[in-house]
Structure formats: C-alpha cells, structure tokens
C-alpha cells in the first residue's frame, strides 16, 4: 500500500555515502516525492553516483559546519541523520565533533 504522506516530502538524508543512508535512500527514493543526500567534498565519487542512479539529488554538507547544514535544510519537510564518526577516517571527526552536537534545527523552526 503506497503511503501518500510521503509522497508528498522532500527527505534530507545526512550520512547518505554510508551504510545505513544509502540504504534509507534506497528505501525512500520511491517512496518520497524527492530525497536528497547530504554528502561531504571528500565523499567517494562512486558513492555519490550510486546515490544519483538512485535519484537521489546530492548537497554538499559537514556536520561540523553548521552554515552549510543551515543550506542543506532549506526546502526539506523531513531530516533523517545517519550520519557517525565510528567508522569515519576524516580528519577532524570524533564523538565530540560529529555524534554530540545536536543539528541545528533551531535555525529552521518550520522544519523541525
């Protein structure tokens, strides 16, 4: 049975290159009128063309960078994170930097 709420949002995925975003694009890709992934300048390329085959429309972020998620948030209804530093090898990322602070929602009243 097709589920009309969610054809009708635009879903961020913030982790979307790892294991458990691209598999929530995936899933969401029929089900929601547009699914974007959030995806970093250091993401692999075939990670972020395996995510446009599956029609999900790519935006450069950083968790660690509050104004380019403030971007990232513009013209979502929804916001799912996968994203984690537990198995991330990019300079800079711990628990601290990544899994802590919370998203800045604050910034996007609407959509939180």
Known sequence: MENNITKNLTVLVVGATGVLGVEVCRQL?????????????SSQ????????ELGVETVTGDMKDPQSLYQ?????????????????????????????????????PAKC
């Open 29 to 41: 890709a029929p089900a929601a009128k547009k699914v974007k992934g959030l995806v970093r300048t």
């Open 45 to 52: 390329k075939e990670k972020v063309d395996g995510l446009h």
């Open 72 to 108: 990232a948030f513009q013209n979502v209804d929804a916001i799912i994170s996968t994203a984690t530093s537990t198995i991330s090898h990019q300079e800079g990322d711990s628990i601290e930097t990544v899994d802590a602070p919370p998203l800045p929602c604050h910034r996007v």
